[in-house]
Structure formats: C-alpha cells, structure tokens
C-alpha cells in the first residue's frame, strides 16, 4: 500500500474565493482575485498539515503565495494572505 501524500486540488478553492474572506481583504484596501491554487495534504487525517500555493492579482498586480497549516483550509488562506503580504515589501 502506498503511503505517500498524494496531490488534492481543489479541495479549499472555494475557501480561498470565498466571499467573507475576499470582503474583509478589500474593507482593508486589497482587491483579491485568485487566478491559480493548488494544495497538496503533507499528513492524513481530518485535520491533516498541508501546503497550499497561490497565483492571484492583487491591486491589479500578479503575486504567488504560499501557506502551510493543518487543517489543509488554514494553510489555503494564508497562502492568499502571504500574496497580499507581498505587497507590502
């Protein structure tokens, strides 16, 4: 049996679109749009670690993010909040 994570897309895309979370990123000055998303689990489980990389414009600038967290839905919304941070350098 093979143990090995094996690739999840699209498991927390709609998390990284969701609305509350694009609203509260624009009430702060950030129009987020997510292009491109992928995640992969780095353990099993309900709450598994994973890592989630981003592509998105934000304030009509093209940024890539990554996050790391268990549970993988964690790990998708700071993958989009270290795009924005991005823009802050």
Not at 59 to 66: A, D, H, T
Request: with cysteine; aromatic share 8%; glycine share 6%.
């Amino acid at each position: 049996m093979d143990t090995a994570a094996k690739p999840q897309v699209n498991t927390a895309r709609a998390t990284v679109r969701s609305r509350p979370f694009v609203d509260a990123l624009a009430a702060l000055g950030f129009d987020v749009r997510v292009l491109d998303y992928f995640e992969h689990e780095m353990s099993a489980g309900d709450n598994a670690a994973g890592a989630s990389y981003v592509e998105c414009t934000v304030n009509e600038q093209v940024l890539w993010g990554v996050g790391f967290s268990g549970p993988i839905v964690a790990a998708s919304l700071n993958a989009v909040a270290s795009a924005v941070n991005r823009t802050l350098r």
